[in-house]
């Protein structure tokens, strides 16, 4: 990796989450991709990954709300 992109993962890390997943979701639309570029098991882990994310964020939601 180059410092460049480590400087653009160390500014992404420091963002709130849902800023973090609108700059996943761009850089996923503009990132070219073919089907050999990621193997499947790579692909299933960032989904769950991501997945994950989202369901603790919305279970701290639902915790939040209920106060």
Known sequence: M???AAD???KY???PVEAQQ???LELL???PLSQ????DHELTQLADSLF???DAEEAHADDASSR
């Open 52 to 54: 994950q994310q989202l």
């Open 13 to 15: 890390d420091q963002l």
């Open 36 to 39: 050999d570029q990621l193997a």
């Open 22 to 24: 609108h700059v996943l």
């Open 2 to 4: 180059t410092n460049e």
């Open 8 to 10: 653009v993962i160390a």
């Open 29 to 31: 639309r503009r990132t």
